[in-house]
């Protein structure tokens, strides 16, 4: 069983920088296609950033067009820790954040593909 725990959200002003991250449990957490996801209120839960493996030591990253340039995914494998560094980060991007994980390393923004989920971190953008 894999749990996620996020951290590191809070109050940021526009322009500013927060970093969030989710340690996970996973013994071959390295393999893992690893997301971050985040709701808004009232709003359907979407794609940020993943991480994914693509065998050896190479990982390919993508990003939803809303934060692409402003936010980046890491990992740490020797940590069994993601990353979400959120820069100039705008007042819409205020959600709870969460960090999900696929035991598989396929690519996907759909929620639906990722079977492990932390319980997600508050990150409020004041303008």
């Known amino acids: 069983q894999v749990q996620l725990v996020e951290s590191g959200g809070g109050l940021v002003q526009a322009g500013g920088s927060l970093r969030l991250s989710c340690a996970t449990s996973?013994?071959?957490?390295?393999?893992?296609?690893m997301g971050w996801f985040r709701q808004a209120p009232g709003k359907e839960r979407e794609f940020v950033a993943a991480n994914v493996w693509s065998g050896g030591i190479t990982y390919f990253t993508y990003y939803s067009d809303s934060v692409k340039g402003r936010f980046t995914i890491s990992r740490d494998n020797a940590k069994n820790t993601v990353y979400l560094q959120m820069n100039s980060p705008k007042p819409e991007d205020t959600a709870v954040y969460y960090c999900?994980?696929?035991?598989?390393?396929?690519?996907?923004?759909?929620?639906?593909?990722?079977?492990?989920w932390g319980q997600g971190t508050q990150v409020t953008v004041s303008s």
């Open positions: 999900a994980a696929s035991s598989g390393s396929n690519y996907s923004r759909l929620s639906a593909s990722y079977g492990y």
């Open positions: 996973g013994r071959t957490f390295s393999s893992y296609t």
